[in-house]
Structure formats: C-alpha cells, structure tokens
C-alpha cells in the first residue's frame, strides 16, 4: 500500500446519498441540505455503531428461540408433530429429500450466522479502529449486503415445503413461534447490514497505528 487513500471528508466533501452530488462540506454547516436537491446531507451514517450493534445484538438473541422453538406444526390423522429448523432438516434427509435439505440448512443456518459474525467482526475491526486489510473488510462487507437478498429463499423453502406437505395429503400445516422469531432474525439482519457504514473502515486508516 503506498499512502493512505484521501476521502471526501478529508478534502471537504460530502456526498449526497439521494442525488449522489458531491457537497461542500461547508453546505454541512450553512444550513445541512444537499445544494442540489435539497436532501439532508451526513458525512456518515448517523449513529452508525451503536444501531448496527443493537441490531446485530437483537439478531443474536432471537436465533436462540429461533432454533428452540417449533417453526411449524404439521397436523397429521389427529397426531401434530412440531418441527424446529433442525428436526425439519432431519426429516427432509430421512425422507431422502436431500437437496432440499441442504437447501434449508444452508439459508435457515449456514447463512443466518456466518452474516451475524461477519457483522460482529466488522464492528470490532472499526471499533478498534484496525488497520488491517481495508479493501478485503469492504468487500466482506458488500458480500454481506448482496446475502441478504437470499435469505428470501426461506419463503421459497416453506412454499415448498407446503406443497409437498399437500400432496401427501395431510390434514394441515401452520407456523410455529420459532417462524416468527425466524423473521426477526432475518429482518433485523437485514438493517443491521444496511445501518452499517463501511466508510468507518476507511476513517480509521486516517488515524496513525503502531501496528500495521
Ligand atoms: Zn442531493
């Protein structure tokens, strides 16, 4: 690496997150509005940090019941049989419908995790302003954001599991609490990634480190 790079901040500028015009950052102070358009301008996201650790914190908490509780019951010749995410997946497999198994495993907890700490490890790395691999912690970041999107295959993954539930003819299906908190795991997520601010990665370049 030769140099640390400069950023807008450092050469006076803000850029508008609406129209994405670069600002002085000397509209900041005048009256805080993009010159532009007329949007409410921020060097970075406001509270960035603390948000994105409330959420990630509140992510973790609900993964508990998440994985505890039923997230369906499956109302079967006067019996009911209760499924969490990993009796499911081990019913799948005995079924032998293994694909769809991994399917489940990979985007109900492969992928719930690995964005949490993924998460956790940014926050760390900015909190203790690390200077170590910038670039690559920006692109781990942005993976994160892309990921998000698929962890919309749960929908998928229960419209299938219905449909298989019908055509074996069983008398009825319905979500259990451990679907809801699985929502909330996958929501909070979701704006725990958004209300991050990778630029903190790269304002932490700017202050001097003994290590390197
Ligand atoms: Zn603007």
Redesign the pocket.
Known sequence: MSGTPSTATALGLIL?H??K?LNDARNLKAHGL?C??G?RLHARKPESLARTWALTLTACLLYVPANVLPVMTVLMTGRSEADTILSGVKALLIGGMWPLALLVFFASITVPVLKLLVLIFLLLSVQMKSHWRPRERTALYRLTETIGRWSMIDIFVIAILVALVQVGALASITAGPGAVAFGGVVVSTMLAAISFDPRLIWDAMETPHEVD
Do not use: A, I, L, Q
């Open positions: 508008c609406d129209c015009r993009c532009r358009c949007s």
